[in-house]
């Protein structure tokens, strides 16, 4: 695999990261967590400003079927200073700038997607916690909230709790699990699976899937077999990047890596090939793929190891795949070309 990295700029505390389709071309959004900018790179890597402020910004979702809309967050900022945080809505508008309008307060959301459930879009997001007197308090579990948005996406909606009592509610994955579409969530208390039903208004099931601390997770079929394997950051912001496969009913550890403050996961197809994506923000600052041979074991391919990343995203297109990565420890910018 040949690696070009091309960094884009620089924004202090760069955090959150999406690939979204503008006008048929991939569109690189990126957004620091502290105070400032979110910033748009076009296919050739341009750049524009979406917002100067206010940042605190943990997530930037597309909206399901609007090819110029996403959802993100702001005012969540380090550490833990999120009483205040908010969802809003951007959409380019003809003039090329962005319009932002806050459509409510849900104070310390740090995870969340926008979903279609049979053509309902629906909002899904976990709180780290539901409140915090100091940077250590953990004594208020976080929870998973669901809620229905309206036909005009700007107008506040009804949330209720799905999911509770999960400290250190910091995971976050959209995927596939036994088969069946699903967020994974994950914190203190283990790994839950939330399968999302048919209908929005039926009934949002929850498995416990792991019973031990997990910061992070990610699913991908590493091995091809039609089961998904489930990769995790252990403990909270911890030092092990493992994966576990199924087998006799149970999740068993098959592979881990050691890492300082992992934060980054990911699972997809790089190259065309099942991979996961694992980085680590302190030490060595390793941004790692591994993927499996066909003798079964895992190898492992070094992305980086400059950057410290905190997110990433991934978009495979024809002749390449490319990572955009905010590699917070540096506050740096950068894409990953990757070819064969």
Not at 59 to 79: D, G, R
Not at 191 to 201: K, L, R
Not at 223 to 237: K, P, Q, R
């Amino acid at each position: 695999m040949k690696i070009n990295k091309k960094v884009l700029g620089n924004l202090e505390r760069v955090y959150a990261t999406n690939i979204m389709n503008i006008d048929n071309e991939y569109n690189y959004l990126i957004a620091t967590e502290g105070k400032g900018s979110c910033l748009r790179f076009d296919e050739n890597y341009n750049k524009s400003i979406v917002w100067d402020n206010p940042g605190g910004t943990m997530n930037i979702i597309p909206v399901p079927n609007k090819e110029k809309e996403f959802i993100a967050t702001q005012n969540f900022f380090p550490t833990f200073d999120a009483k205040e945080s908010r969802i809003v809505h951007a959409v380019l508008q003809y003039d090329k700038t962005w319009k932002i309008t806050p459509i409510m307060k849900i104070p310390y959301l740090h995870r969340f997607d926008i979903i279609d459930v049979n053509g309902e879009i629906y909002f899904i997001g976990s709180t780290l916690c539901e409140g915090k007197e100091f940077k250590d308090d953990w004594t208020k579990p976080g929870k998973v909230y669901i809620g229905k948005l309206n036909d005009n996406i700007t107008e506040p909606f009804d949330i209720k709790p799905i999911l509770e009592g999960i400290t250190k509610n910091h995971g976050f994955c959209n995927g596939i699990w036994n088969g069946k579409r699903t967020i994974l969530v994950s914190g203190s208390e283990g790994v839950f699976a939330i399968y999302v039903p048919e209908n929005g208004d039926g009934e949002w099931k929850t498995e416990q899937l792991l019973s031990h601390e997990v910061s992070d997770i990610a699913t991908c079929d590493i091995d091809n077999d039609g089961v998904m394997e489930l990769a995790t950051i252990e403990a909270f912001h911890g030092d092990k990047g493992i994966i576990y496969k199924k087998v006799d009913g149970k999740l068993k550890p098959i592979y881990s890596y050691s890492y300082e403050f992992g934060h980054v996961i990911w699972g997809g197809k790089i190259l065309n090939e099942p991979a996961f994506i694992i980085g680590g923000r302190k030490g060595k600052m390793e941004l790692m793929c591994f993927k499996m041979d066909k003798t079964g074991n895992i190898n492992s391919t070094l992305i980086d190891n400059t950057g410290g990343p905190s997110n990433i995203s991934v978009v495979n297109m024809d002749d390449k795949d490319v990572i955009l990565a905010a590699n917070r420890q540096v506050g740096e910018i950068a894409v990953y070309e990757l070819t064969k």
